[in-house]
Every structure is written in C-alpha cells, then in structure tokens.
C-alpha cells in the first residue's frame, strides 16, 4: 500500500498533491516501484477492462506482467495482433473508453499540470475523456518547475529517447536535439501534446508518483 512521504522531501510531496487537488486529480505516493505495482494491483478491479499507454515507467514496475496474470480483460494484446488497418484503427478507438487506462506521464509540473506527448493521440484521448478512470504514473524524475521546463523534458530528453528505441530517423534521434521546424511524416513520434489542467469528474484521474527516477 502506498505510504506517506517522510523527510525534508514531504514539504514538495505536499505541495504537489494539493496543487493537484486544486485541479480535481488525485495523488498517491508509492516510495519504490514495488509499492506502486502494489497499489494497481489493489486497486483496478479484477476482470475490468483494462488499456495501457505504451510506457517504458509501465515495463520498469512490472504492470505489463500484473495485466497479463491479473485476471483483466487487457485490451492492448487483441490490438497488437491486429494487422489490419482500419480494424486496428477501430479497436485502438474503443480502448479510449476502457474502464480503466494506466499510463506514464512525461511531465509533472510543481503546480500540478501533466504533460504527455503522443504519435497519434488514441492515449491522450483516453486521458482526456474517454477512459472511466485514468491513472498516471510518475518517477520523481518527471516533475519539472513549469510548463517551459516540462516541454524542454519532452522535446529534448523523452521525444529523443523513445526515438532511439524505437530507431526512428528523426532530427533529435540523430542529434540528441529536437528540430521541430525539421521534424514531420509518419517517423515523428510527438505528434499531439495534452496538457491537463483540470478534471471534472471526482476521482477520474490520479496520478501515482514514484520515489525513484522511471521511465524517460
């Protein structure tokens, strides 16, 4: 179960989680990423249904493996097998609207607001509204001062890691800088920013944050 913060660090946690309520989004603190498979593990219902953002954050505390044995209806292995263009197109459309949607967060600001990038968008739109409830996992890594500072994290830090794993050819994979002027086609992989601000529905969105550096 995820704990409260203790130390000098709890004064930022603090702050961070009621600027985040001010906003409508939840907060939850795990102290490793044990605690926070443990908190997803207790907390989606078992034979829900269930998407994941593509998430390197995900893949480092195990999800990927708790939604393989968890005993949920995983949306995300039917898209993957799906080579057809427009089924595949139609089904990642529905997974929008999954009960329930875990994924990273690229960018935390101090004030609360989450920044995520996305080649398509079919997450971002499930963030945004088409999901039940949305969970947001974050390593400590991901919290910036402002809104400047967490699109340089994206552009020229996350954009430029991703690019290199999935060995695109895109300006800030070949030089570790976003050229966004120079950037477009079907290779560029921050096609769509969302930022969220602010949440209507009570307990729609929560954001999970890790005491330790995950993800890019």
């Given at each position: 179960m995820a704990a409260s913060p203790s130390s000098a660090a709890s004064s930022a946690y603090a702050e961070l989680a009621a600027a985040l309520a001010a906003r409508g989004i939840g907060f939850v603190y795990a102290p490793d990423r044990r605690a926070a498979l443990e908190y997803l593990r207790v907390?989606?219902?078992?034979?829900?249904?269930?998407?994941?953002g593509g998430s390197h954050t995900l893949e480092e505390i195990g999800f990927l493996e708790l939604l393989q044995h968890g005993g949920y209806q995983w949306l995300r292995p039917a898209i993957a097998a799906t080579h057809e263009r427009e089924e595949r197109i139609r089904r990642?459309?529905?997974?929008?609207?999954?009960?329930w949607l875990v994924g990273g967060a690229n960018a935390v600001t101090q004030s609360g607001e989450i920044v995520n990038v996305d080649g398509s968008g079919n997450r971002l739109a499930g963030y945004a509204f088409g999901a039940g409830k949305v969970i947001l996992v974050a390593g400590v890594n991901k919290v910036v001062p402002d809104l400047a500072a967490a699109l340089e994290r994206i552009r020229n830090r996350a954009a430029v890691q991703e690019c290199r794993k999935l060995a695109k050819d895109t300006p800030c994979a070949r030089t570790g800088r976003c050229d966004n002027d120079a950037c477009r086609g079907a290779e560029r992989q921050c096609g769509k920013i969302l930022i969220i601000e602010n949440e209507k529905i009570a307990g729609r969105i929560?954001?999970?944050?890790?005491a330790e550096p995950l993800g890019f």
């Open positions: 907390h989606i219902p078992a034979d829900a249904r269930v998407m994941n990642r459309r529905e997974a929008t609207t999954a009960d929560t954001l999970l944050l890790v």
